[in-house]
């Protein structure tokens, strides 16, 4: 039976990065450093670009995980910050739950580090609570295909949406008339392919 299609809608999503840390990087595989650090950047770019709620996290910081990213705290400066002191799941913390539900949005568009632990499980524990989740793939890194691929079986057939950041960007859009040159630029500062489209379309709107 066909799913009913639930899509990303600007103003009722919010983003969580989960445990994008220093020591934890080090361990995916999965996907090249380069490419994978770029996505995640993709990902909070467009995170500030459509002004969704952004909630950080880390799990057990003082330990071999290291601390966040550096470039996710200077993009969000202003955002929950929710350092766990031990929590596996980010969704046993309590700050963490409650700094979601003051957003006051119903969908979660979810990125971490490692995929089958730190995105799994608080993504399976909002959907039960009723949240719609968006997982963004090739913004959560782990070990291996194998696990990966265990990962997101899990998570899709608990209802969760798998997406890439691009996709995610382009869902809520909707229409490109909204903004051309806004969208265009974010994705040619993330995909050198795509600003040889926008360089195109700027040379022949120019003559016009």
């Known amino acids: 039976m066909n799913k009913p299609y639930v899509r990303l809608d600007k103003n009722d999503a919010a983003v969580l990065l989960v445990d994008h840390q220093a020591g934890l990087l080090s361990l995916v595989r999965d996907i090249e450093p380069d490419r994978f650090k770029n996505n995640v950047l993709a990902l909070a770019d467009l995170a500030k670009y459509f002004q969704l709620p952004t909630i950080l996290t880390t799990s057990f910081e003082q330990g071999p995980n290291g601390p966040l990213v550096p470039e996710l705290k200077e993009a969000f400066p202003d955002a929950p910050y929710i350092a766990r002191p031990g929590q596996i ?43 719609e989740v968006f997982v963004v793939t090739d913004a959560s890194g782990t070990f291996n295909e194998l696990t990966r691929h265990s990962a997101w079986d899990r998570m899709s057939a608990a209802g969760a949406q798998l997406m890439t950041w691009f996709g995610v960007a382009c869902e809520l859009h909707r229409d490109w008339r909204n903004d051309i040159e806004g969208l265009g630029t974010l994705f040619s500062n993330h995909i050198p392919d795509y600003r040889n489209l926008i360089t195109s379309y700027n040379t022949l709107n120019s003559g016009k």
């Open 89 to 131: 799941n980010a969704w046993d913390n309590e700050d963490f739950v409650a700094a979601i539900r003051a957003t006051g949005k119903k969908q979660l568009i979810i990125a971490g580090v490692v995929t089958e632990v730190c995105v799994a499980f608080p993504a399976l524990a909002a959907l039960e609570e009723g949240y």
